[in-house]
């Protein structure tokens, strides 16, 4: 059983993400692109047969270029979401710095959410949450393996710390998670685990 975790493509620069409804550059639709041929290709290697995605427009657009080339109907799930920055979301950065000095995901404490939105702890939760629920299923078979996930770069990375039995705050360390970039989780004798890291070859 194999979930392959993977970061949306390329997004505009200048504005806040989180649950921003912006959505990818014409460099992100590209690299999803080549990833949707890369597992095409590679058809054998990851015997996809269930795709799930955030439904933020970037990661929508991400999964929709993957959905073409695999022939696989995505489910579009808010529980993937990036960490919800409420009022914040989409918003120009100057504008943010001028409306919302010194607001930013590493300055909040863990228990006090975004303006509008939710907590670096409640983010936490909730992926937590969201990723046992998707675990018990696949195990159960509610869902079939193998599972492409597409989400976004804090969810991946809290799932490192979550997996790698490591505590997790809002001004933790970041793992490298490029765009498109794929990260496989395995299930084996001691339960799931990172079995390759950011894999970005379709780029190379």
Known sequence: MKIFLVRHGMDE????????????????????????DYLYHHSEQYKINTVISSDLPRAVQTAKEIEKRLYIKGLYLKDWREMNNGDLAGMPNKEAELKYAGVYFNTLG???????????????????????????????????????????????????????????????????????????????????????????????
């Not at 620069?13 to 990833?35: D, F, H, K, P, V």
């Not at 490192?160 to 933790?172: A, D, E, K, P, V």
């Open 13 to 36: 620069e200048g504005y806040r993400g989180g649950w921003s409804q912006r959505g990818l550059i014409e460099e992100g639709i590209n690299q999803s692109a080549r990833l949707g």
């Open 110 to 204: 863990m228990d006090t959410p975004f303006p509008g939105g939710e907590s670096p702890r409640n983010f936490y939760n909730r992926i937590c949450t969201s990723f046992r629920d998707l675990c018990r299923s696949i195990e159960e078979q509610q869902i079939k393996s193998n599972v492409l996930l597409v989400t976004h770069g804090g969810v991946i990375n809290i799932l490192y710390y979550l997996l790698g039995n490591q505590n997790w705050t809002n001004t933790s360390v970041f793992h490298s998670i490029g765009n498109t970039s794929v990260h496989t989780l395995e299930k084996g004798v001691n339960g799931w685990e990172f079995s390759s890291m950011n894999m970005m070859s379709h780029l190379g």
